[in-house]
């Protein structure tokens, strides 16, 4: 037996309209910016030369920037092995930065043993450049005595260089010109 199906003519009607209606609705032509195409090409060339030009040229600096962060850390604490540290971050750059967190640890640590067989934990242009506060009479009388006793600890571990040397004689000629203290003088008990 051949039972006929009802056929949706509504929905056929309804799709068909739906169809119409976007058809009419829908621009003739799609962008996908509000600006003109000529225009459009024109900034993605300068965006281009801008990416290609100038963010290589940044990289590097940023790239360079970071890599000397540890000779900059080590230099302005001092460090008594600031030159190797320098090195160590130039070979970072050459091996593509592997070395860098060792340079960054080692401008951040003291070597324990340095002081003991240097007499000092410093580099040596922390004594030119505190040699030539002294002389121009930067520094109290108790830092110049302190480090006079420095330099001393390293004159008597050995030759000293001639920077050194110098610094030593800058540090002693200004205790030298040192005022003395004055005595202090004694209280009276029981005046009035």
């Known amino acids: 037996m051949n039972i ?59 790239f360079w920037m970071l890599h000397i962060l540890p000779e900059k850390v080590a230099e302005k604490r001092h460090h008594p092995q600031r030159d190797a540290i320098q090195v160590l971050c130039l070979l970072s750059l050459l091996f593509g930065g592997l070395l860098w967190p060792l ?35 930067e520094l109290p009388g108790s830092e110049l005595q302190h480090l006079h006793d420095e330099l001393g600890a390293i004159a008597a571990r050995g030759a000293m260089p001639l920077e050194l040397r110098q610094a030593r004689a800058k540090v002693e000629a200004a205790l030298a010109a ?5 005595a202090a003088a004694p209280v009276a008990h029981g005046a009035a």
């Open 4 to 62: 006929p199906w009802p056929r949706p003519v509504a929905g056929r009607a309804t799709a068909a309209l739906l169809l119409a209606l976007s058809a009419l609705l829908s621009p003739s032509a799609a962008r996908a910016s509000f600006l003109p195409p000529a225009m459009m090409d024109t900034a993605a060339t300068y965006l281009a030369w801008f990416v290609i030009i100038v963010m290589p040229i940044v990289g590097i600096v940023i």
């Open 103 to 137: 340079a960054w640890l080692w401008a951040y640590t003291r070597p324990t043993s340095y002081r003991q067989a240097y007499g000092t934990d410093k580099h040596e242009d922390y004594f030119v450049h505190m040699g030539e506060r002294a002389q121009a009479g």
């Open 178 to 182: 040192l005022p003395a203290a004055p």
